[in-house]
Each structure stands twice: as C-alpha cells, then as structure tokens.
C-alpha cells in the first residue's frame, strides 16, 4: 500500500521536473541560429531611425518554448528590466485579474454588470460576458491620433473622461442591443476594471493585481495606473518587463495553471479562446474571445494569421506590442514595439518565429 | 445673389448647429496635445525609466507644444500647447503616473 502510494509520488514528481516553469529567473533552452534566425531578425530588427520614427521599431523580442528562453533580444531604450507600456494588452491582463475574482466564485459570467457598477444603470442588461465580448452596445468610438475630435478614447484618457473613465464610458448611449454585436471598445474593458472594485471590495481592490496574479506568478515590478477614482486603466496602461508578460502567456499557454496551482479555472480559460459570436469577418485584426485576440475562422473568413496554427491567440496593443501564446507549439512570444506608421504585421512575425523554432 | 446669400445663411446655421452639438468635444479639444504629453512622458521617464531625451522624441506628435517643464524632485511634468496647459505626477511604485487634478 505505501509502496504503492511512493511510487505514485515519484510518478507525479518526475512529471512536474520534466515540465520547466520560472522561478526567480528563466530557464534558458537551445538557442536558434541559421537562416531562418538571420530572416527573424531582418524582420524584427531593421535599422532603427528615432528620428523619423518610420518602419518596423521592434523593442524587445522574447520567445519561449516549454517554459525555457530560447531567444531574446533588446533595442532603442528598452532592457531586460524595462517595465514596458503594453497598451492595450492591459485588456488581456485584467481578463486574466477577472479570472482569478471568478476562480474565487466572487461573479458569475451572465451576472449583469450593474450588480457591480450602479453607474451602469442606464444600461442594466449588459451582462460581464458583454463587457469582456466588447459588445456592450455602447455607441463608443475607438481611434486613436486620426479622429482626435470624436475619439472617445482619447477623450477618456486625455480630457473629458480622465478623471473617472467608466462613468464616462457609461455615459454614453447605445447603438445596438448588448451582446448582439462587437464593438472593440477601450470603454468596455474599464468598465470591467470598475466592476472588479464591488466584486473583490475597495479594501482588497488597490492591491488585487498584485496579490491574486502578479505575486502568485513570481512578477515583481507591474505597474499598473489607474484615473483619478483609483480604478485602474484596465484599457491601457499596464507596464510589464517582458519576461514577467511572458509569465502570463505561459500561465494562459497551460490552460490557467502555474505550477501544482489552477490559478484560473479551466472553464474562464476556455470563455477567453472561445470566439465571439456576434463578430463579423473582418471587423478587427483578429477574432475576438473574451478580451483575447484569437487566430481563429469566423463568419465565412479564414484565420486572420494563415502562416501561424489556428490555436494561436494574443494579447494585443497600439504601437506593435503583442503576447503570442501558441499552445500546441508550446510557444510564448513577448513582442514590444514603437511602431508608428502601421506597417508592422502579427503573420509574419509569427511565420519567421515558427520558421527559426522549428526543427 | 439673393440666392447666394441664403445659401451662405444656411451654411452658417448648419454650422452654428454643428458647433453646438460638439460643444463639449471641441472645447475639450485644445486639452490632448498638453494633457497627452505631460501623462505620457512622466510614464516613458517614470515608470519605464527611459532617459529624458529619448522621452521628449517618445511623445512628439504633430500638434506642436510650447511650455514643458519635468520637476525631477517632484516627479510633476507641465506641459503647455494650443492655450491648454496640464500636468502628470508620478504617484508611487504599483500606481505609476496620472494626469492632475
């Protein structure tokens, strides 16, 4: 009987030494080299012009196989421990802060938001699952430096809105019934953050990004801002060293799990990679999950990244910065970037990462 | 001419009406270019811990500003353009930078 027992032990120990994880540091795995690397770099890396700020502005490169560092590489500003604006990938982490709340059993997903957050009043059917879909129905525009009159992201984050985000975003009327229809909206993703404050409490909320993800997973130096009521930008304005954003890939790579922990539970994991719906082909870069970017075929059209696998799926933001976790290459790939002119693309990034990986 | 002048009439109501109905948007206006430099360049110098002149590139756009001062004690950035001025102080380790008031 305890022999028995014993060797289930070591069975089950063997098994968690066979799979690498980070403690303080990275472990670091074969390093690619040839060709295909040489193509990587000329993609990611062309020469760097800060002055005209043209082209492809890479600044940091990291790519992880099976929990080891097999490359890494820095440019303009940024180090190895250079907290890094992730823009819009900030959507991805609260999803991921939501989802320790929901693990917690603190909300369910077709909860209506204004249980939450009483500003919402106007609009008491949008539900979590809406908000975290971007398919609130609120008549929100998203542009950035190109419609700066009616943006009402730059509105929020700039002027009207500053002070108190999600009661700007609930301020505005609706254009459509809510979880009919996408609408990719920075609003949406802080009016989770706003939530988040009555789900977890005002005590444990100014600490619970630490506490509940960015501890648990060995990340020391988040920053995370927040507006003027203290709730944070969930849509813009977390900073992450890139191998501490690698760390939440690998966490979302294995299905929510960090170490012998089930940090998320399986099934929010699966709400974030299931596919929305209600979206239509072509109506942003990639499909939308919940509050994840997934290269998945939806309405009629292929996968947005046709060189990456079709289980790809990403945290994204302005200016090129990009999570890539490729589950069944067993892949996390941190990208940060300056790029200003637009022409930077995810599918060949991916393509020349999966070229220089592969064996 | 008649004709003329009631269609210019016209067009002058029909933009009266448009700056009506944008009030708040156009007098938010002026604020982006002061309020985006000041928040953005006490992250990029702040919490990135970017060195000062690579920031003031960082945060360039084509809007021009005039007025720019970094307190470094005080970790407060003013910045001033289109008649507007506005300021970001950093706040702390987890909480970074914030546009003020």
């Known amino acids: 009987m305890f022999k028995g027992l014993f060797l289930f032990l070591l069975l089950i120990s063997c098994t968690v030494q066979a799979e690498s994880w980070p403690g303080e540091q990275w472990p670091v795995g074969p390093k690619p080299s040839g060709t295909a690397l040489d193509a990587l770099e000329a993609y990611a890396f062309p020469p760097r012009d800060d002055n005209t700020r043209q082209g492809i502005r890479t600044d940091a490169l990291l790519v992880i196989r099976d929990g080891q560092i097999l490359y890494e590489r820095y440019a303009g500003p940024t180090r190895v421990d250079t907290p890094h604006l992730t823009w819009s990938i900030s959507k991805s982490l609260m999803a991921t802060v939501l989802g320790v709340a929901y693990g917690e059993g603190l909300f369910k997903l077709d909860d209506p938001a204004v249980k939450f957050y009483p500003a919402l009043e106007k609009h008491p059917t949008i539900t979590m699952a809406d908000l975290l879909h971007w398919a609130s129905g609120l008549d929100w525009q998203e542009d950035y430096e190109y419609a700066p009159l009616k943006s009402s992201v730059v509105a929020m984050l700039y002027t009207r809105g500053h002070r108190d985000m999600a009661a700007f975003t609930a301020d505005h009327d609706r254009y459509a019934a809510p979880g009919q229809a996408f609408r990719y909206s920075s609003g949406d993703s802080n009016l989770l953050a706003a939530t988040l404050k009555t789900i977890v409490g005002p005590s444990r909320y100014p600490d619970y990004p630490w506490t509940a993800l960015f501890e648990p997973l060995g990340i020391h130096s988040a920053v995370w801002e927040t507006d003027a009521k203290g709730t944070f930008v969930a849509s813009s304005y977390a900073y992450l060293r890139p191998r501490d954003l690698a760390r939440i890939g690998l966490l979302m790579a294995r299905d929510g799990r960090w170490g012998e922990r089930q940090l998320l539970p399986r099934d929010w994991v699966a709400f974030n990679l299931q596919p929305f719906a209600g979206y239509k082909a072509h109506q942003d870069e990639a499909v939308p999950g919940g509050q994840w970017w997934l290269n998945r075929p939806a309405d009629g059209a292929p996968s947005p990244w046709p060189d990456a696998p079709p289980d790809t799926f990403a945290a994204l933001g302005h200016w090129g910065q990009a999570l890539y976790v490729i589950p069944s290459e067993k892949l996390v790939i941190v990208r940060y970037g300056d790029d200003r002119d637009g022409g930077y693309r995810h599918n060949e990034l991916l393509k020349r990462v999966l070229g220089a990986v592969r064996p | ?101």
């Open chain 2, 1 to 101: 001419m008649k004709l003329f002048k009631r269609i210019l009439l016209v067009l002058l109501l029909v933009l009266l009406g448009w700056i009506w109905h944008e009030r708040e948007a156009l007098w938010a206006f002026p604020d982006i270019i002061s309020a985006y430099t000041a928040k953005e360049y006490c992250s990029c110098r702040y919490v990135m811990n970017n060195d000062a002149d690579y920031c003031r590139g960082y945060v360039k756009q084509w809007l021009p500003t005039s007025g720019f001062t970094d307190d470094a004690v005080s970790k407060t950035v003013t910045v001033s353009g289109m008649g507007r001025s506005n300021s970001a102080g950093w706040t702390g380790e987890h909480q970074g930078c914030r546009l003020q008031p």
